[in-house]
């Protein structure tokens, strides 16, 4: 309904700040406020996006402290992990209202008002500082008046998305300045007292001191965990840059590895002297360069024919289930890359989506469960913090048609991963899933790839580790590898990693 109520706008206009927008008034004409017909649109009871602004923004980096407070007593701890909380008690990823489940408040329903920064900051008083510079878009902002739910022409609160009739708030024009609706003047208020709070004190809250600016020079204490250490340069680990020119602390990205490093790190270890960012692509040693363009000119070379031990597979398949003579098929295989593809690869590169929509459960960005992260890996495209664009797809196609896929991404010699791997259902058994996972590993020993990781649900893994010798990575061995590497690491899947060879 809101994209028929943006259509019917006559007009849209910013006066000073705050906004009005403009809807036509109902057909009968009458236009008093206590007598309007009700028109359909767009209306804020609660302002939900209120509190998601905590993890949406980097005004909480991950691995900060948090708490739950009631009556003054600490009832469980945990810390910022994404759009979620790692909870001490169950250590899992939760969301705040289970985090307050955990508490033993459910019935409270007030998460945000009782989870505290390690300085005695709820996460509601940070929402709504962080909300007074938030800039709602006119199409973010309500249809209608929160007053008397009829449109016309509407003046917005600078803070919510709430919009209201000028008469409808005793307002005698449109005011200059900031305006605020009394829904947030009153949050405002009742923030005023919050420092003698006994949940504030108890958490840390300190009289005087200004929290806010605390938080934003990140004086509050965040904790040292696994994703804490996750990305920054690959030779120093920290994760400060420059946000403007160029120096020793601007940060550069490999093309082909994706590791980080510093430009003045750089020079420090004697790997590279930039005076400036280069322009295209940038690699971090002759390794990744070689990679690189060996996989560029594989892309550009088209179809590749199957050598004579892969296609004695098939052959003994089919003979086994007596399903004709392979001399009839044309086998091939093909590598793929989202980024360079043109009209015959996309259709392709939809039919590997096709297979693997077929075969697996759509993949959900665990911060917020909403996206399918297939087709991205796939087409190699990066959504939000997820960066897919190292990703290639490797197709057999037999007489022309898609039979089986997988997409893998290499980092460096050191390790490739390989995240998904699957054959059409009407395919299956006939020994092509073996065939495309060799030509995968051949591929990578002829790059000089040392090892090939893998994400593995329960019911495949002794397929994985009794016919394709892949064994369970220890912990230890894990943590390192998230620590260097972006590898994708699904739910409900164990990490199985093996050592390349050449069929």
């Not at 250590?91 to 998460?111: D, L, N, T, Y």
């Not at 003698?196 to 965040?222: F, H, L, S, Y």
């Not at 280069?278 to 594989?298: M, Y």
């Not at 590993?441 to 090892?451: D, F, I, W, Y």
Request: aromatic share 8%; proline share 3%; hydrophobic share 35%.
């Amino acid at each position: 309904m809101a994209g028929d109520i943006k259509l019917a706008w006559t007009s849209l206009k910013q006066v000073r700040s705050p906004t009005t927008i403009s809807l036509p008034k109902p057909s009968n004409g009458i236009s008093s406020s206590s007598s309007r017909s009700k028109t359909q649109g767009r209306l804020t009871r609660k302002d939900l996006r209120l509190h998601k602004l905590v993890f949406q923004t980097d005004a909480l980096p991950d691995g900060t402290a948090l708490a739950y407070f009631a009556r003054g007593q600490k009832c469980v701890e945990g810390y910022k992990k994404g759009f979620g909380i790692f909870c001490y008690c169950c250590q899992s990823e939760v969301s705040p209202s289970q985090f307050e489940a955990h508490a033993g408040w459910a019935s409270r329903r007030k998460p945000y008002l009782h989870i505290y920064t390690s300085n005695g900051v709820s996460l509601h008083e940070l929402s709504l500082q962080l909300s007074k510079g938030r800039k709602l878009s006119a199409e973010e902002n309500d249809d209608l008046c929160s007053i008397c739910a009829d449109g016309g022409d509407l003046l917005c609160c600078d803070s919510c998305p709430r919009a209201f009739h000028t008469e409808c708030v005793s307002l005698p024009s449109i005011p200059s300045g900031t305006w605020y609706c009394k829904y947030c003047q009153n949050m405002f208020q009742k923030e005023k007292f919050v420092e003698r709070n006994a949940n504030a004190v108890a958490a840390g809250r300190i009289a005087g001191i200004d929290p806010i600016e605390e938080i934003t020079k990140r004086c509050i204490r965040i904790v040292e965990t696994a994703e804490a250490d996750v990305d920054g340069c690959a030779l120093c680990r920290g994760h400060d840059f420059s946000k403007s020119g160029f120096g020793s602390r601007t940060v550069i990205f490999c093309d082909q590895c994706e590791k980080e490093y510093h430009v003045g790190c750089l020079k420090e270890h004697g790997m590279c002297d930039l005076k400036e960012l280069p322009e295209g692509t940038w690699f971090c040693s002759v390794d990744c360069n070689r990679i690189h363009s060996a996989l560029q000119n594989l892309v550009v070379s088209g179809e590749e024919k199957l050598p004579e031990s892969l296609l004695n597979v098939i052959k003994k398949k089919l003979e086994e289930k007596s399903s004709g003579s392979s001399a009839d098929l044309d086998i091939r295989w093909r590598l793929l890359s989202g980024k360079t593809a043109f009209n015959e690869t996309r259709v392709m590169l939809s039919k590997a989506v096709s297979i693997f929509h077929d075969r697996f459960d759509p993949i959900a960005d665990s911060n917020t469960g909403r996206v399918d992260l297939i087709p991205h890996m796939v087409y190699g495209r990066n959504v939000r913090d997820q960066e897919f664009g190292g990703m290639y797809c490797a197709i057999l196609s037999v007489n022309s048609t898609v039979v089986s896929a997988g997409i893998f991404r290499i980092f460096g010699q050191e390790v490739a991963e390989l995240p998904l791997v699957a054959t059409s259902t009407d395919y299956q058994g006939q020994g092509y899933f073996q065939v495309l996972f060799s030509c995968i590993e051949n591929l990578l020993a002829c790059l000089n790839v040392r090892n090939l990781v893998l994400p593995a649900a329960d019911e495949a893994e002794s397929i994985w580790t009794s016919r394709f010798g892949f064994k369970k990575i220890p912990e230890n061995e894990l943590m390192k590898y998230r620590k260097d590497y972006q590898i994708m690491i699904f739910q409900g899947t164990s990490m199985l990693h093996k050592s390349v060879s050449r069929s």
